[in-house]
């Protein structure tokens, strides 16, 4: 948090002081769990600043004239949340706290955050307890009464926030409830949904939970959780007991917390959906709601989309605004969006001019809608960071698995040309494990896969795959693990990934016939050419880059077949190792490749 202050934000180090750092941390952990999640900062980015519109920091009330970063309203929800874990209910809190009479006075208040040390964190002095206490007491009678305490802390509980969490992560990650479904039952892509997946249980559910929400909860909170959603803990669930679980939550819109669909009962009594013993319904439930504002969500898609492709929003306008005036019509716009070929649908298009300013005569002003697509410092470091995370996912693919189109083949299982998250997320940790590398993430892998994404239709096609490779062949400036590490020593990339404008990209020439004929026909004779390297081996002949090219080359000439000079690293370089190449394994991927690819091997081949 303190680098993002500071390198993001600018914010001097001076200002950066530990209590500062403490009561900001407070404010951006919603659930006041001790860590920010990838959704709480989404939260604090989006929620409107202006008043208190998130529910779950105020409990379901709303404060016109509040924010939701109100100090007060935060040190608020954590007292509530403590209250609710260590008492029974609102009633024996206020009991216990005022000494069994008819108020809690500001000295045992202060006595009880002292002994209980409920807000930890915020490093409050005693001119701002008192501002708390005061905020508390609404009447300003200088103590709390019994209803002073319900109305401030009765609609924070606990387990409800747990539950709440995992709803909103189900939500946030995941397009539909079919998707979710899908990869809760099949234990995050760990067994064949087809076949065996077609349940939810405990074990597949804590397997998941961990996942999306690493580090939140303890053994014990997912066992709670499970309970609840469950009705006291039933041993598995199927597709429809689920969607009726999270069928509250709306997919596909962008995250807001206002106007709510879900309301609180005026009364304090059983409002909750999830009652125990232990926690009685007179804490009221916290609530999250969402709503769908779409002008929001298609600017920021066709955004994310300009952004991965480089397409050039202002040069197609300018084609269509043949008077340079600076406006078009509307079927005008309509053209122009779709020549750019992004993948939106009518109705996404028409959403788009809505969000258009018009003139009195009903014609688009162009300039003033790109402007809301120039490049933004917050989305061009988002977009650096993204590109960089991928240039090292794209070095491990070509080191491993020989080009971004074969890893696209291999995992693409069904064959129908398009990645599903299931299927990308096992060719995120496959990569993980071949390199050695810390599987990343949930979050990290959704991210990536929003990123691969560029239509944001929840699938990759293949399309998508190469474009978002070829991003990173057109930017040579951005650095590699091995620049950064010691800058004499080369990136794994090979050189030739980076061409000028008349030259080939690999990933071009991964994407051809002429690289796939070429793959067939060394995967077939692949005994052949093993055969050929022992031999090499036999002699003590070490097999190098260049033998091991001149060997293929002699193979490949007899089938009238040659590999254009800059691309023998496409071919070889993911098998190469300390100078040497290790031609068994390279023979073993070829192999892996054969078994994507349909052809017939040759009769024989003299060697």
Not at 153 to 178: C, I, T
Not at 376 to 387: A, G, M
Not at 423 to 430: D, L, M, W, Y
Not at 562 to 589: R, S, T
Request: with cysteine; charged share 30%.
């Amino acid at each position: 948090l303190r680098l993002f202050l500071r390198d993001v934000l600018r914010v001097p180090d001076k200002d950066i002081t530990s209590p500062r750092l403490d009561r900001i941390f407070r404010l951006l952990d919603q659930y006041k769990r001790g860590l920010i999640q990838l959704n709480d900062f989404k939260k604090a980015m989006e929620n409107n600043f202006d008043n208190a519109s998130n529910l779950t920091i105020s409990g379901g009330q709303r404060f016109i004239d509040r924010s939701t970063f109100d100090w007060k309203l935060n040190a608020r929800q954590q007292i509530g949340l403590v209250l609710s874990q260590r008492f029974p209910s609102i009633k024996a809190s206020f009991e216990s706290i005022s000494g069994h009479t008819t108020s809690v006075t500001y000295h045992r208040f202060c006595k009880w955050l002292e002994e209980s040390r409920a807000l930890t964190g915020f490093n409050l002095t005693e001119k701002l307890i008192q501002q708390l206490f005061s905020d508390l007491d609404p009447h300003k009678k200088g103590h709390l009464t019994e209803n002073d305490w319900e109305n401030a802390f009765a609609r924070y509980m606990w387990g409800n926030q747990l539950v709440a969490e995992v709803e909103e992560a189900v939500y946030s990650y995941f397009m539909d409830l079919r998707s979710a479904f899908k990869f809760f039952a099949s234990n995050a892509g760990k067994i064949d949904y087809a076949t065996q997946a077609r349940t939810v249980t405990f074990e597949k559910f804590r397997t998941c939970v961990e996942l999306i929400l690493p580090s939140r909860f303890n053994q014990d909170e997912i066992g709670y959780i499970w309970k609840q959603i469950t009705d006291s803990g039933r041993h598995e669930i199927d597709a429809m007991r689920f969607n009726i679980l999270f069928e509250s939550s709306k997919f596909r819109g962008s995250k807001k917390i206002s106007s709510p669909n879900k309301t609180f009962s005026g009364s304090i009594s059983s409002t909750s959906k999830y009652t125990n013993t232990t926690r009685p319904a007179t804490y009221g439930t916290p609530v999250i709601d969402y709503h769908f504002t779409w002008k929001e969500n298609i600017v920021d898609k066709l955004r994310m989309i300009l952004n991965a492709t480089k397409r050039n929003l202002e040069g197609v306008f300018r084609e269509h605004d043949t008077s340079d005036l600076g406006k078009i019509s509307d079927k005008e716009f309509r053209n122009a969006i779709r020549r750019l070929n992004l993948g939106l649908s009518l109705t996404e298009i028409d959403q788009l001019l809505n969000v258009c300013e018009l003139d009195a005569e009903g014609y688009v002003n162009w300039k003033k809608f790109c402007d809301k697509f120039k490049p933004r410092e917050v989305d061009t470091r988002i977009l650096q960071r993204s590109k960089n995370r991928l240039l090292r996912l794209k070095e491990n693919v070509y080191a491993f698995l020989i080009s971004p189109k074969d890893a696209f083949n291999q995992f693409n299982e069904d064959r129908n040309g398009r990645l599903t998250f299931e299927q990308f997320n096992k060719f995120i940790v496959k990569i993980a494990q071949l390199s050695k590398e810390e599987i990343p993430s949930f979050a990290i892998v959704k991210d990536l896969f929003d990123f691969f994404d560029i239509r944001k239709d929840g699938i990759i096609d293949n399309m998508e795959w190469m474009q978002a490779f070829k991003i990173i062949e057109q930017n040579p400036q951005i650095e590699t693990r091995s620049s950064r590490a010691n800058p004499s020593v080369k990136s794994i990339l090979p050189q030739a990934t980076v061409f000028s404008q008349n030259t080939l990209h690999l990933t071009d020439w991964a994407n051809t016939q002429e690289y796939q004929e070429i793959l067939r026909y060394i995967g077939k004779n692949r005994k052949h050419i093993g055969e050929t390297f022992s031999k090499l081996e036999g002699q003590k002949v070490p097999v190098t880059f260049e033998r091991a090219k001149g060997v293929l080359s002699e193979i490949l000439l007899k089938g009238n077949k040659k590999v254009p000079e800059k691309c023998w690293n496409l071919l070889l370089k993911f098998a190469e190792k300390d100078g040497l190449i290790d031609y068994k394994f390279m023979m073993e991927v070829f192999k892996e490749r054969l078994e994507l690819i349909s052809s017939h091997p040759l009769d024989r081949l003299s060697v």
